[in-house]
């Protein structure tokens, strides 16, 4: 399995703020993954994010609302730029762990962001 | 969009066997079936996976049928602190983009 924690655990902000959202591993891994929970819903990829590469985002989810960081293999930031209430969402990082012949995806606690 | 179809709800007591059923009729031969759960706006805990042989560990059981296209996962004697959302999920082995795509899963009620 993997230990991952996230900063901060939860946080209010007002409209047109920018938040930065940290995601910490207990060990090396290749490929970490952002995604979003809208309330009521169910959970939406939003970016894959290498160590020295650009992240990759899906369909719906550009860089400049939500630019990443991948410094190195334990750690990642996503932010969340310019927020409007309809960000405020359950903000989760995972990270793939590779297990003889599978991987694994393991997800961190969360963030959950509410918008004013 | 997502591979699979469960039940939007059930519900079994406490102490009693949970069987949560997935259909996936449109899975492929290197695909497997991963199940995870998230306990109230928690992050998604991994359950087990499997490819076409049943597995187990200290959490549940999977039973995949012959012609792979539903599986069952099982929780031999379910507790008050499983109720959650359960998500089937089938997903490559070598999916270059190692999506894991989410439905709306199944939320899991566990009586007294």
């Known amino acids: 399995s993997a230990v991952i924690s996230q900063k901060p655990s939860r946080d209010i902000c007002q409209r047109g703020t920018s938040l930065t959202i940290q995601c910490q591993v207990d060990?090396?891994?290749?490929?970490m993954f952002w995604y979003r929970q809208q309330p009521g819903q169910s959970l939406t990829l939003i970016a894959t994010?290498?160590?020295?590469?650009?992240?990759?985002?899906e369909s719906g989810f550009v860089i400049d609302k939500f630019p990443i960081s991948r410094p190195n293999l334990t750690f990642s930031t996503l932010t969340v730029s310019n927020m409007s209430p309809e960000d405020s969402s359950i903000y989760l990082c995972?990270?793939?762990?590779?297990?003889?012949?599978?991987?694994?995806?393991?997800f961190g606690p969360g963030t959950r962001l509410t918008v004013l | 969009d997502a591979k699979t179809t469960q039940p939007p709800s059930m519900d079994c007591a406490e102490g009693r066997a949970a069987n949560l059923p997935c259909n996936h009729s449109?899975?492929?031969?290197?695909?497997?079936v991963y199940w995870y759960r998230q306990i109230h706006s928690q992050g998604p805990q991994y359950i087990i996976h499997?490819?076409?042989n049943n597995e187990t560990n200290e959490m549940a059981s999977l039973i995949i049928t012959e012609d792979r296209k539903s599986s069952t996962l099982i929780l031999p004697h379910a507790t008050l602190r499983d109720t959650a959302v359960y998500y089937c999920?089938?997903?490559?082995?070598?999916?270059?983009?190692?999506?894991?795509?989410f439905g709306s899963g199944t939320r899991l009620l566990v009586r007294p």
């Open positions: 995972s990270v793939e762990r590779s297990s003889g012949k599978t991987d694994t995806q393991y």
């Open positions: 499997g490819l076409k």
């Open positions: 060990s090396q891994v290749t490929m």
């Open positions: 994010a290498n160590q020295g590469s650009e992240a990759t985002y």
């Open positions: 449109t899975i492929s031969g290197n695909e497997y």
């Open positions: 999920i089938v997903r490559g082995r070598m999916d270059s983009s190692y999506k894991l795509i």
